[in-house]
C-alpha cells in the first residue's frame, strides 16, 4: 500500500521561503512519477512540480518556475518542494501525489497520479 505525507506547510509574508517534504511509503521506491499539486479554493486542482524517480529531469508550471525547486532523496523515499519568493496567489492546498511509472516522462495532469497525500497548507499574506 502507497501513503504519502506531507508536511512543512504553514503561514508565510511574500517574499518568504517554505520548503514541503512528502515522505512516501512505496515498495521499491523506484520508477515512479512523483508530483507536487496544489488547489486554491474554488480553482481547479493544478500541477506545480513533478519528477521520475530514476530521472534528474524536473517540470514545473509556468508560474512557478524560477522560484520552485523540486528535488528527490531516494535513500529516504522523500521528495521536496522549495519555495522562494512566495506569493499570494501560491496560497493552497499543496499535495504530493505518485503513481508507477517505467517511463522517465511524467504526465503534468493530476488524472494520472493514483495516489495522493492527505495535503498541507500554505497561507501567504501580502
Known amino acids: 500500500q502507497v501513503q504519502l505525507v506531507e508536511s512543512g506547510g504553514g503561514s508565510v509574508q511574500a517574499g518568504g521561503s517554505l520548503r514541503l517534504s512528502c515522505a512516501a511509503s512505496?515498495?521499491?521506491?523506484?520508477?515512479?512519477?512523483m508530483g507536487w499539486f496544489r488547489q486554491a479554493p474554488g480553482k481547479e486542482r493544478e500541477g506545480v512540480a513533478r519528477?521520475?524517480?530514476?530521472?534528474?529531469?524536473?517540470y514545473y508550471s509556468d508560474s512557478v518556475k524560477g522560484r520552485f525547486t523540486i528535488s528527490r532523496d531516494n535513500a529516504k523515499s522523500t521528495l521536496y518542494l522549495q519555495m522562494n519568493s512566495l506569493k499570494p496567489e501560491d496560497t493552497a492546498m499543496y499535495y504530493c501525489?505518485?503513481?508507477?511509472?517505467?517511463?522517465?516522462?511524467?504526465?503534468?495532469?493530476?488524472?494520472?497520479?493514483?495516489?495522493w497525500g492527505q495535503g498541507t497548507q500554505v497561507t501567504v499574506s501580502s
Open positions: 501525489a505518485a503513481a508507477y511509472s517505467r517511463s522517465w516522462y511524467c504526465a503534468p495532469s493530476s488524472n494520472d497520479y493514483n495516489y
Open positions: 512505496i515498495y521499491g521506491y523506484s520508477s515512479y512519477c
Open positions: 519528477m521520475h524517480t530514476n530521472s534528474l529531469s524536473t
